[in-house]
């Protein structure tokens, strides 16, 4: 059983409210953050109301925690503008606060390349997405090669579940589709793409914050199998009382969306992800901190799929 304080910064967005739970499911005091206060969470999790895009609101969130997890982050299309001084003011008080801090993050540095992603792999993007989280983590490893803090950068591709509400795939396919709407795909129905369950996601954020060894690296989380988006609506479907069409949203789509629709203009850069082959190799989690056990893809969609449906 542990006793120290696990602070989770972005408590109401879906990666975040999702680690708290794992964090407490194991036994450690958790203290979820967000602007209003107001996650969603089990009893016991302590809630508090902070802004940590200012100093005092990221002092206030991170006082008294061992351990901090960075899983906010500002509207999509603002992480330019917003991001690196949002996590600046969470790395300087983290540090002022003697906490060791986590960071969730995605697959964009990686950029396009062949063969699966790994810890090994160049991180090439040249999208401003991509190029924004490469600039996110010299920030942080900068920070924890200085010594000012303990950090460690878990790294995962798209992911869905309960609660995943500011997922791609959630609002394309799970969300629509538990509505009786039909589900799309983005990109393209043929390339395999990795994909992560979210508790599965949650749990091995929850084993990064106890593991010594995690701190100083970058890991690449676990993941199932890599599916096509052809796989991943046949899933829906079996999840579903009653199939609903399916069909693909296609990169033409949003680009002719994309002068009205920011979300559609801000994903245009990152569409290879989408169109050639994405795969995520968690081998050296697996061999640092597991068995991590992922859960397969249609229990995974159809708790995703009742969660969406109100069951």
């Given amino acids: 059983m542990q006793h120290d304080l696990h602070t989770v910064l972005g408590a109401t967005g879906g990666a975040g409210n999702a680690i708290a739970r794992a964090l407490a499911d194991d036994g450690h005091r958790v203290r979820a953050v967000s ?20 100093p005092e609101g990221a002092a206030a969130a991170v006082d008294g925690a061992s351990v901090v997890v960075m899983a906010a982050q500002p509207p999509y299309h603002r992480w330019p503008q917003e991001f690196p001084a ?38 090439r993007a040249t999208d401003r997405k991509g190029l924004l989280r490469r600039d996110l983590t010299r920030m942080l490893l900068d920070a924890h090669r200085s010594g000012r803090l303990r950090v460690a950068i878990g790294r995962a591709s798209d992911y869905f579940g309960p609660r995943a509400d500011n997922g791609a795939i959630t609002a394309l396919a799970i969300a629509p589709a538990a ?23 949650a749990r091995a954020y929850a084993r990064l914050c106890t593991s010594p060894e995690a701190y100083g690296e970058v890991w690449v989380l676990p993941h199932g199998e890599p599916v ?12 579903l009382p009653e199939p609903v069409g399916t069909g693909l949203l296609p990169t033409a789509m949003l680009r002719i969306a994309a002068p009205f629709h920011k979300p559609s203009r801000e994903m245009l850069g990152v569409m290879y992800q ?9 081998t050296a989690f697996q061999t640092a901190f597991g068995p991590l056990e992922t859960t397969p893809l249609d229990e995974a969609v159809q708790a995703a799929v009742d969660w969406y449906r109100g069951g």
């Fill in 86 to 123: 949002m996590l600046g003011r969470v790395i300087d008080a983290a540090a002022d606060a003697g906490a060791r801090l986590v960071m969730v993050d995605n697959l964009y540095a990686y950029g396009r390349g062949e063969g699966p992603i790994t810890e090994r792999t160049p991180e």
């Fill in 35 to 54: 602007r209003r206060g107001d996650a969603d969470l089990p009893a016991g999790i302590e809630r508090l109301a902070a802004d940590i895009t200012t």
């Fill in 179 to 201: 509505a009786g709407k039909g589900a799309k795909w983005v990109g393209g129905l043929d390339a395999p793409h990795s994909v992560a369950y979210l508790p599965d996601v």
């Fill in 228 to 239: 096509t988006g052809r796989e991943f609506l046949d899933a829906v479907n079996r999840a």
């Fill in 274 to 282: 989408w169109t050639e082959p994405f795969v995520a190799d968690d």
